[in-house]
């Protein structure tokens, strides 16, 4: 199920993203994972929470749950922190509140496919 659309600006600390979440809703997959991401999560978390695609190059992903991320803590209604969030992949940390990507998850209610990932100094 798609979530709404998110109207405004979060604010730059990042203390709307718990409220909103959009960016880590994106299906098939939404956060791919490289070596420096496997090796801060670890064998138990990248086993839970992680799959590798069977095609070449055999790249790693987060396990999504329908058209989110599966590491989503959902245990309160219309929050969405990250429940891995001290190992999460750097594409993850890479989308700043207010950046393109950001903006455009906001608007579309999950990831779309924005390449700007940091918010305009
Ligand atoms: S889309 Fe923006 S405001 Fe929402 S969780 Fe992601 S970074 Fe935070
Ligand atoms: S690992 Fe965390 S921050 Fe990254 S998409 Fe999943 S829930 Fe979001």
Do not use: Q
């Not at 405004?8 to 990042?14: F, K, Q, T």
């Not at 929470?49 to 790693?60: A, E, G, K, M, S």
């Not at 992903?61 to 969030?85: H, I, Q, S, T, W």
């Not at 998850?105 to 305009?120: C, D, E, I, M």
Request: charged share 25%; hydrophobic share 30%; net charge neutral.
């Amino acid at each position: 199920m798609a979530l709404p659309s998110v109207s405004g600006e979060p604010a730059a600390d990042g203390s709307d993203c718990v409220g909103c979440g959009r960016c880590c809703h994106h299906p098939p997959n939404t956060a791919s994972l490289l070596l420096a991401d496997e090796a801060r999560m670890g064998e138990p978390l990248l086993t839970r929470l992680t799959v590798i695609y069977d095609r070449p190059p055999h790249f790693r992903f987060m396990k999504n749950d329908g058209e989110r991320c599966a590491a989503l803590d959902l245990r309160v209604p219309g929050e969405y922190p990250c429940g891995v969030y001290a190992v999460r992949p750097d594409g993850c940390r890479e989308v700043e509140p207010g950046s393109a990507a950001c903006l455009e998850a906001r608007r579309l209610g999950h990831l779309g496919t924005s390449t700007g990932f940091h918010r305009p100094r």
